[in-house]
């Protein structure tokens, strides 16, 4: 049995930017700000290496990590918490053509280490078990897909169209996990 919700939803085309080493949160910070000025970008998903808030094994198991990464982090004007090395940055976008921009984005951008960008389905485009076990039935459409079991705090939604303030002008609709 097809959901007539699912079926009607459009997919939007998505790109993956993959970085060859992994960035620390002042590069991702730098690339975010320029990837949120591109008009057409609906979200943003990031991934890698998580920078723990506390030693997870070893003798300073349970201490808080002192690290010297800055993990706070300013996108278009919102703080963002991102606690992460990113190696992957995924956008899903509202058309093909936006992925030209991107490129070209990245190719101003990436100056000291390479990069390469994938196409093709990085973000489920109709709501998981997950989404259901997190949200159930209800899930917002702009959450799908994006959901980490185990985050126990939402993630960061920067100018929703329901939000329209200044913020919304510099990034349009663009949604960012950490």
Same mark, same amino acid.
Do not use: W
């Given at each position: ?7 009607? #939803?459009?997919?939007?085309? #998505?790109?993956?930017? /993959? ?10 910070? %730098? ?34 990590? %002192?690290?010297?990464? =800055?993990?706070? /982090?300013?996108?278009?004007?919102? $703080?963002?918490?991102?606690? &992460? ?5 995924? &956008? ?7 992925? $030209? ?16 960008? #994938? ?6 485009? +109709?709501? +998981?078990?997950? $989404? ?14 994006? &959901? $980490?079991?185990?985050? =126990? ?8 169209? !329901?939000?329209? !303030? ?13």
């Amino acid at each position: 049995m097809c959901d007539e919700s699912s079926a009607t #939803q459009a997919t939007y085309p #998505q790109i993956k930017i /993959v970085s060859i080493r992994m960035m620390k949160p002042e590069t991702t910070e %730098k690339l975010l700000n320029l990837v949120v000025k591109v008009p057409g970008v609906r979200r943003i998903l990031l991934r890698g290496q998580n920078i723990p808030k506390t030693v997870p094994y070893g003798p300073a198991r349970g201490i808080e990590n %002192k690290t010297n990464f =800055k993990t706070g /982090v300013s996108v278009a004007g919102t $703080d963002v918490d991102i606690r &992460l090395m990113v190696g992957d940055v995924i &956008l899903e976008l509202e058309e093909p053509s936006v992925a $030209d921009r991107i490129k070209e984005t990245c190719d101003e951008f990436f100056t000291n280490f390479g990069f390469y960008i #994938q196409k093709g389905t990085f973000i489920k485009p +109709s709501p +998981s078990m997950v $989404d259901y076990a997190k949200y159930g039935p209800n899930v917002e459409p702009e959450l799908v897909g994006m &959901l $980490d079991p185990k985050r =126990k705090d939402r993630m960061v939604l920067l100018g929703r169209h !329901s939000e329209r !303030s200044g913020l919304a002008n510099a990034c349009e609709n663009n949604m960012l996990e950490g």
